[in-house]
């Protein structure tokens, strides 16, 4: 904390701009609207979830489409995740960046391996790597020369930051909530899906499955990196008559308890996924084989297959026998994502420092006070028009 007062010790730094604190009630008032779809979606699916527990003809799925049309599914299923991860991070993008998006080249053979595996954090990193591009300078005229710079004094200004964590902070916010709700309908069309069309269904199948694998590729590295890592930086102008070191800086603007939010609304889209999983593993393995386990039977529901997903979740555990190598193996990742989860990241965050520098803590009782004055002004327009599609 010692080293972030340091930094701000300038009067030019002391405090937020005005444009700073306006942005983040206006973004703050877009993630509203977007938590307001989140729960018309989670109630549809809730009323899904009781018709279906009524109404369940569910049937086992055979595996008579072939080779030729399981590769035509896997193809279709990967290219649809993709378009899935990039209109999603181009939808948060566009919520929180009014400049065009302009493509940055990611380095490195690891990103070609998020690329492939993982294309939520691949499209994560770019499109936070373009917010980072868009504002290294902040609008005084005297930026260039006599702003505090990372990076020995030629990277991000330090004024430009306060926007990148603000940017940085919903974008994360907006990406988290889309993905949810994303799991949502994906979990839905699975309940509803009635049609004959093998190829479709594997199609579908897949694309969980990708999905599952994409987004718990992005939340072991990302979530694990937020805790483990701690992040250094080097402030100096170009004259280099002023340098600051600061230890444990962080590149959003995420409090401790959003970080909790982010990580709860996390573990909610796994129960999502896994709970997907697991009801399709149990159409597509044989009944006869199943009858003998102690949840998976081909007379269950979806909402056995929620709770199992849930208990697996919440408790690291399960008194399940595996019916199959797939089953065993989609246990064992989410006990692993639900670890890092709960146990790493919640618990981590927990233990946060709440202290608040005098200018963060100005800039909150602003942010508060322009939000809860905004919203007493009756508007004509539906919320959900502040955002952005």
């Keep these: 904390m010692d080293d972030y007062n340091s930094l701000y010790t300038d009067s030019r730094y002391r405090n937020f701009d005005k444009e700073a604190v306006e942005l983040y009630v206006k973004l703050q008032r877009r993630l509203k609207t977007l938590n307001n779809i989140k729960l018309l979606t989670l109630g549809s699916f809730l009323a899904i979830i009781v018709w ?21 599914s896997l193809l279709i299923a990967y290219t649809t995740n993709h378009i899935i991860s990039f209109f999603l991070h181009f939808f948060a993008y ?21 690329l492939l595996f993982s294309p939520d954090y691949f499209y994560a990193l770019l499109f ?10 902040c609008n005084e005229n005297w930026c260039n ?22 940017k940085n902070k919903f974008f994360i ?19 509803l899906y009635r049609l004959s069309i093998d190829w479709l269904l594997y199609s579908i199948y897949l694309l969980i499955i990708l999905r599952t694998i994409s987004r718990g590729i992005e939340v072991i590295y990302a979530f694990y990196k937020d805790i483990a890592n701690v992040n250094d930086k080097i402030f100096s102008n170009k004259k280099g008559n002023r340098t600051y070191y600061v230890h ?25 996924l896994y709970s997907v999983n697991y009801y399709f593993l149990s159409r597509f393995i044989s009944g006869e084989y199943l009858s003998h ?9 979806f909402i056995n297959f929620l709770f199992y997903s849930f208990s697996v979740s919440m408790f690291n555990f399960s008194f399940t026998s595996f019916p199959s190598i797939y089953w065993m193996l989609a246990h064992i990742f989410q006990i ?6 709960t146990i790493l990241s919640i618990a981590g965050y927990l233990g946060i420092n709440s202290n608040m520098l005098e200018r963060d803590n100005k800039f909150y009782i602003e942010t508060h006070r322009l939000l809860k004055l905004k919203s007493n002004v009756k508007k004509k327009n539906f919320d959900w028009m502040n955002i952005k599609f």
């Design 52 to 72: 279906q527990t009524y109404h369940d003809n569910s049937y086992i799925f055979e595996n008579t489409i072939g080779n030729q049309r399981y590769i035509l």
């Design 94 to 114: 566009k919520n929180v960046e009014n400049k065009p998006y302009k493509y940055f080249y990611v380095r490195g053979l690891s990103k070609i391996v998020f």
């Design 128 to 137: 936070k790597n373009t917010i980072k591009e868009n504002n290294k300078n």
């Design 145 to 166: 020369d006599y702003c505090l710079r990372d990076n020995d004094g030629f990277g991000i200004c330090l004024k430009a930051w306060d926007y990148i964590k603000i």
């Design 173 to 191: 916010e907006f990406s988290n909530w889309g993905n949810v709700i994303i799991s949502i309908v994906l979990l839905i069309s699975s309940i």
């Design 248 to 272: 444990g800086w962080k590149n959003s603007l995420l409090l401790k308890s959003s970080r909790i939010s982010l990580a709860v609304h996390t573990l909610l889209e796994f129960i999502f």
């Design 293 to 301: 386990n102690m949840v998976a039977t081909q007379y269950s529901n």
């Design 336 to 341: 692993s994502l639900s670890f890092i989860l």
